[in-house]
C-alpha cells in the first residue's frame, strides 16, 4: 500500500513538473526595458483601479519640516522656481504640467541612498520635500493619461506594488537588477572616494559613495570601459567585480542573451557625447567577466542591434534594454514624451514581428524613483531596501488584460521570474524570496 501511495506521490510530481515546464517553454523571448527615475504617483496619478494618490487605499500624511512640523506650504528648490513653479502650493501632490510641459524636462531631483532612506523615514514616506534640493517639486505628478505607457498598461497588465530593489539610486538598482546585492569597495583611497558619515539615528551628517562598511551605493564609474574620462584614475572606480550575474547564469544554461544600451558604440569610440551615454547605467560592465577583451564583453550591445535583431528575427531569449539619456525619461535630461516615444517604438517594433511577438513578454519598468514622492509604503526586507515605489508594466500576448496585479513585487521579481522561466539558481535570499512576476501572465 505504502508502494502504491508513493508512485502515485511520484507520478502526481511528475505531471506537475511537466505540466509547469509546459508553460515556461510557451515563453521565448523576455524583454526587460529599463527606464529611469520616475515614482508610481508621479506617472499613475488618477489611474482607475491602481493604488494611486488621487484615490488612495490609505489616507497618506503630509509632508514635516525639520521640526516635525507639516508645511503649511510646499516650499520649491531653485530649479524649480527657475523653471516657474511657485513656492506656496498647497501640501500635497501637484500637476507639474501646468508648468512644464511634458516635451521639457522637469529638473532634477537628489536621489541617493540614505537620502531616500530618510525621506521615507520609517514607512511614513513624509520626508520627500525635507531631504531634497529640490523640495516641493518632489509632490509633482503628471497627467500620462494620453501616454503609450498609460495605454499598454489599460490593454495588458499594471502592477501597482512593484518597488525599487534598493534605497536610492541608477547605479545600485541596476546592481541588484542584475545580481541582486550590492558590490562593495574594500581599502578604497578615502582622499578619492568619499563615505558616508552618519548620526546615531542613521541621519546623514555627511554625503558619500561608499556606506560606513565600504558597499558602494551612490555613483560610481566602472573598472574597464567605457567611463567618464576625467576618471582615468584607477582609484576612483569601483574594482571589477567577481559575483555572479544574472548574465552568467543564463551563459552557463546555454541561453541567448544581451544588455542593448543607447549610446553604447559611440561611448566605445571615444565619440559619444557623455550626457547620451550613462556609464553607470550599464551595470555588467563593472564586472570582470564582461571587461574589454573577454569573451562575457561580446553580449554588451548597442542599442540598434536590439532593433534589427527583432527585425530579422535573431532576438535572443534574453534583452535587457537601456534607452539613452535623452530617452530614458531621467528629470533634468529628458522629457516624459521622449521616453514614450522610445517605448512605443520598442513595443510596437516587436509587434511587428509577429513571430517574436506571439512568444514574448516585455516588462517595462524604472530603476528607482528619482527623489518623487510616492503616498504607497515600501516593505522593509533589508538593509538595502525595497526602494520606493515604480512603474511597472507587462505586455505580451499572455499577459492578463485590463488587470492590475496588486501583489508586492520589486526589482528582483524579474530575476524570479528569468529564473523561474530558465530553471536557474537564485543569485541571492532576495530573488529567492521575491514574488515571480509570472502571476500577471495566463499560460
Known sequence: ???????????????????????????????????????????????????????????????????????????????????????????????????????AMMPDLVHRFYQNIEQINDGKNDGFVRVSDAKGLSMGYHDASRTALWRYAKEYTLCDNFFAAAFGGSF??????????????????????????????????????????????????????????????????????????IGDRLSNKGVSWAWYSGGYDEAMSGRGKEVNYQYHHNPFAYFKNYGVGTDGRAHLKDEKEFFAAIKNGSLPKVSFFKPAAAD???????????????????????????????????VITYDENGGLWDHVAPPLIDRWGVGTRIPAVV???????????????????????????FELA?????????????????L
Do not use: C
Open 426 to 442: 537564485p543569485l541571492s535570499d532576495r530573488d529567492k524570496k521575491a514574488n515571480n512576476l509570472a502571476n500577471t501572465l495566463k
Open 1 to 103: 500500500m505504502i508502494k502504491k501511495l508513493l508512485l502515485i506521490t511520484a507520478f502526481l510530481a511528475a505531471t506537475i513538473l511537466n505540466a509547469q515546464s509546459h508553460k515556461r517553454s510557451k515563453i521565448e523571448h523576455i524583454v526587460v526595458v529599463y527606464m529611469e527615475n520616475r515614482s508610481f504617483d508621479n506617472l499613475f496619478y488618477g489611474f482607475k483601479g491602481a493604488d494611486n494618490a488621487k484615490t488612495p487605499k490609505k489616507p497618506y500624511v503630509k509632508q514635516i519640516d525639520e521640526n516635525g512640523s507639516e508645511y503649511k506650504s510646499l516650499p520649491m528648490g531653485e530649479a524649480a522656481l527657475a523653471a516657474g513653479i511657485p513656492d506656496g502650493l498647497p501640501n500635497q501632490p501637484f500637476l507639474i504640467d501646468g508648468y512644464i510641459s511634458q516635451d
Open 328 to 362: 530614458n525619461q531621467h528629470p533634468g535630461y529628458a522629457s516624459l514624451l521622449a521616453a514614450d516615444k522610445k517605448i512605443e517604438e520598442i513595443v510596437e517594433s516587436i509587434k511587428k514581428n509577429k513571430k517574436i511577438w506571439k512568444k514574448s513578454v516585455i
Open 172 to 245: 545600485l538598482n541596476h546592481q541588484w537588477l542584475i545580481a541582486a546585492r550590492t558590490p562593495k569597495f574594500t581599502d578604497a583611497n578615502l582622499s578619492k572616494i568619499s563615505k558616508y558619515e552618519l548620526s546615531a539615528d542613521g541621519k546623514v551628517l555627511r554625503d558619500g559613495v561608499l556606506t560606513p562598511d565600504d558597499y558602494a551605493v551612490n555613483t560610481i564609474q566602472p573598472f574597464s570601459m567605457p567611463y567618464k574620462a576625467k576618471h582615468e584614475d584607477n582609484e576612483t572606480r569601483l574594482p571589477a567585480q567577481t559575483h555572479d550575474t
Open 395 to 421: 505586455v505580451s500576448p499572455f499577459a492578463k488584460r485590463s488587470f492590475i496585479d496588486h501583489t508586492v513585487y520589486d526589482t528582483t521579481s524579474i530575476l524570479r521570474f528569468l529564473e523561474w522561466r
